[in-house]
C-alpha cells in the first residue's frame, strides 16, 4: 500500500461507548498529525507528533487520547464522546514538522456519535 | 492571529469557462502557502506549494500564484473532473513548537458539461 490509510472509514458510537481510530503512513514520514473537518468550519488540527514525540496539542479535550508507537502508526482514542464531535477525522504526515513540507492526507474516518 | 480567508465559498462554471479562485491571509512570517483539491469523502490531495511573491506553480489546467497578501488559483478551461472543494492553508513559525498549517474554508467548485 501507498500515502497513508485510515481504518475504519465509518464509525458509528455512542456517548458511552470506547474506540480507537487508526492511521498508518507509507511516506517514510516522520511527523504525522490529526485533524478535526466539520461542515462549514476550516481544518481543525488537534495532535502533532514528531519522531513519535507529541509537539502540540491544540486544547483538545481528554476524551480524545492520541498514541503515536512508531513513525508510521498513529491512534486516536475515543471515549465517552459527545454529539458535537461528530465529524470527519483525518491523519496526515510529512517529512518532519519544520520548514515547508506538504502534509500528505488519509481519507479520513466519518465519525457519528448517537 | 493567523487568518486564511477564501472567496468565493462555492463557484459553478460551465465547462471550458475560465476563472480564479482566492486565498487572501494575515501571516507574519509566511513558510510557505499551499493548495489542496478535496474531493466528497476523501482527504485532501495536495496541488502546489508556494514559498514567495510572485512564484507561480502550474499542473494541467490549474496555476497557482502568490503576493504578499494572496493567492490565486486560475483554473483555465475547466472540466466536470475539476469539480471538487480547493483548500488553502498558510505555514508560519510558531512562537514556540512545531510548524502548523491554517486552513482556509475552502472554495467547492462545480463545473457543469
Known amino acids: 500500500e501507498t500515502g497513508v490509510t485510515q481504518t475504519p472509514r465509518h464509525l458509528v458510537m455512542g456517548m458511552t461507548n470506547k474506540k480507537s481510530l487508526k492511521c498508518e503512513q507509507h511516506?517514510?514520514?516522520?511527523?504525522m498529525y490529526w485533524y478535526k473537518q466539520s461542515a462549514k468550519k476550516p481544518l481543525e488540527l488537534m495532535f502533532v507528533?514528531?519522531?513519535?514525540?507529541?509537539?502540540e496539542n491544540n486544547s483538545v479535550p481528554s476524551r480524545f487520547s492520541p498514541e503515536c508507537p512508531n513513525s508510521s502508526h498513529l491512534f486516536l482514542h475515543l471515549h465517552t464522546l459527545q454529539p458535537e464531535d461528530s465529524a470527519l477525522y483525518l491523519c496526515?504526515?510529512?517529512?518532519?514538522?519544520?520548514?515547508?513540507?506538504?502534509?500528505?492526507f488519509g481519507d479520513g474516518t466519518r465519525l457519528s456519535i448517537l | 492571529e493567523d487568518q486564511v480567508t477564501q472567496s468565493p465559498e462555492a463557484l459553478r462554471l460551465q465547462e471550458g469557462e475560465s476563472s480564479s479562485l482566492n486565498c487572501s491571509y494575515t501571516v507574519s512570517g509566511l513558510r510557505g502557502l499551499f493548495w489542496y483539491r478535496q474531493d466528497p469523502g476523501k482527504g485532501p490531495e495536495f496541488l502546489f506549494t508556494?514559498?514567495?511573491a510572485g512564484e507561480e506553480k502550474e499542473k494541467e489546467r490549474l496555476k497557482a500564484t502568490l503576493t504578499k497578501k494572496e493567492s490565486f488559483l486560475h483554473i483555465t478551461a475547466p472540466k466536470p473532473e475539476d469539480s471538487a472543494t480547493y483548500l488553502c492553508a498558510v505555514q508560519a513559525p510558531p512562537g514556540a513548537g512545531s510548524y502548523q498549517l491554517t486552513f482556509g474554508k475552502g472554495t467547492k467548485l462545480s463545473v457543469i458539461p
Open positions: 508556494l514559498y514567495s
Open positions: 507528533y514528531n519522531f513519535k514525540e507529541q509537539t
Open positions: 511516506l517514510g514520514h516522520n511527523a
Open positions: 496526515a504526515s510529512s517529512q518532519g514538522t519544520g520548514g515547508s513540507q506538504p502534509q500528505h
